[in-house]
């Protein structure tokens, strides 16, 4: 990953450990595409796996998505934590983990499970149950699971002095 300096290095998040609280905390990430010099965003939710550093996620097995990850699998990601706009300040508070990576589709039954599981138990209110409906050998053949390897993360936050600052 070419690394840039921020222009405010005080904005910079720089632990990763932060970085991944970050993507533990949010269900969505927009992530850009390029196909023969034609850009495309899209928004997903998402699982991760820090040990494996990677993140799964889940779509159709035709499209555009589809198409573009195929021509070009080199992806960039972000993930946005808003604390929303700050009031009399014409500012924004945020907190944000960009990313570049590698897209590849999970073929392998076993990772297909691993993944599934995770974004089940991320986004479900009853994981258990979704596990028992979803998990079935039926269901894993016709689920199109994206991986996304990461080679880099960066991090920026901007946020105003507040109670809510002093106790992290």
């Not at 969505?28 to 010099?37: F, H, P, Q």
Request: with cysteine; glycine share 6%; net charge negative.
């Amino acid at each position: 990953m070419v690394e840039y300096h921020l222009r405010r290095a005080e904005k910079s998040i720089v632990d990763e450990n932060a970085m991944w609280a970050i993507l533990a905390r949010q269900k969505y990430l927009t992530l850009a595409m390029c196909e023969d010099s034609q850009p495309y965003l899209a928004t997903l939710n998402y699982a991760y796996d820090r040990k494996a550093r990677c993140i799964y996620f889940h779509c159709a097995s035709e499209g555009r998505k589809i198409s573009y990850l195929h021509a070009n699998p080199a992806v960039w990601g972000q993930v946005l934590e808003d604390h929303g706009y700050v009031d009399g300040a014409c500012d924004h508070a945020f907190r944000t983990v960009e990313f570049e990576g590698r897209v590849d589709f999970v073929e392998d039954r076993a990772e297909k499970l691993h993944a599934l599981g995770l974004l089940i138990d991320r986004l479900e209110s009853d994981p258990a149950a979704a596990r028992a409906r979803l998990l079935t050998e039926d269901r894993l053949s016709g689920v199109t699971i994206g991986r996304i390897h990461i080679y880099g993360m960066t991090g920026k936050h901007n946020r105003v002095p507040s109670e809510e600052d002093a106790t992290r």
